[in-house]
């Protein structure tokens, strides 16, 4: 499809498992983020590449979290142990530049739930 | 203080009427601003960019207030279908951030 595919879309695991998380997004979309939204939270930023490079990783919470991208195009996140506190929805999103800024496209994000 | 704040509402509105969201931002260094819109259990979409001159769309007008480091969002004739979470988003140099939103309610 034309639009940032993300997969899987809901995933259960047990604490202390380790879950990665893909997202596919637009071809050629240069930019992507990861963010992450709490049930009735906004969205919290979490990194942001640029190609296959992460300028950004000041969201991630803790060492348990990393990312990576390749070939400027697929990204991963993966949690490792965990915990409960990482239930949440996880939302990809790529990006391109136009006159007047940058414009999101998300896709349809990871229910994440830790038992 | 967040980088970017909101008041979360949520503003009950019947419709037809006219309502208005604003949004501060803390980096006096951002350089695009943007309004997304987001429905329950769905994911955020972009509604608006917001320009310096501030633009419209349709029912919807965007403001920017560097001095005061604001944005505003005023949607006219709201319409049911205008339920939703509006966001509101600052680029500063390198990533995007979101406010937490304003819930919008507009009943019949």
């Known amino acids: 499809g034309a639009g940032v595919s993300q997969s899987p879309s809901n995933k259960v695991t047990e604490k202390g498992k380790d879950v990665e998380l893909r997202c596919d997004p637009i071809?050629?979309?240069?930019?992507l983020y990861w963010y992450r939204q709490s049930l009735g939270q906004g969205l919290e930023f979490l990194i942001y590449?640029?190609?296959?490079?992460?300028?950004?990783k000041s969201g991630l919470p803790s060492d348990r979290f990393s990312a990576e991208r390749t070939g400027g195009s697929v990204s991963t996140l993966t949690i490792q142990r965990t915990q409960q506190e990482d239930s949440a929805v996880y939302l990809c999103?790529?990006?391109?530049?136009?006159?007047?800024?940058?414009?999101?496209?998300f896709g349809s994000g990871t229910q994440l739930s830790v038992l | 203080r967040k980088e970017v704040e909101q008041d979360p509402g949520p503003f009950n509105v019947p419709e037809g009427a006219t309502v208005a969201f604003n949004c501060t931002y803390s980096n006096s260094a951002s350089q695009s601003f943007f309004w997304y819109r987001q429905d329950c259990r769905k994911e955020p979409k972009l509604l608006m960019s917001v320009y310096s001159s501030g633009n419209e769309d349709g029912r919807f007008t965007a403001q920017l207030n560097r001095a005061s480091q604001y944005i505003s969002l005023l949607i006219r004739d709201s319409k049911l279908s205008d339920s939703a979470t509006y966001l509101c988003?600052?680029?500063?140099?390198?990533?995007?951030?979101f406010g937490t939103g304003t819930r919008l309610l507009v009943s019949p």
């Open positions: 071809s050629g979309h240069t930019a």
């Open positions: 988003v600052v680029k500063g140099f390198q990533k995007l951030v």
């Open positions: 590449f640029q190609g296959n490079s992460a300028p950004d």
């Open positions: 999103a790529s990006s391109f530049f136009v006159q007047g800024g940058e414009k999101l496209f």
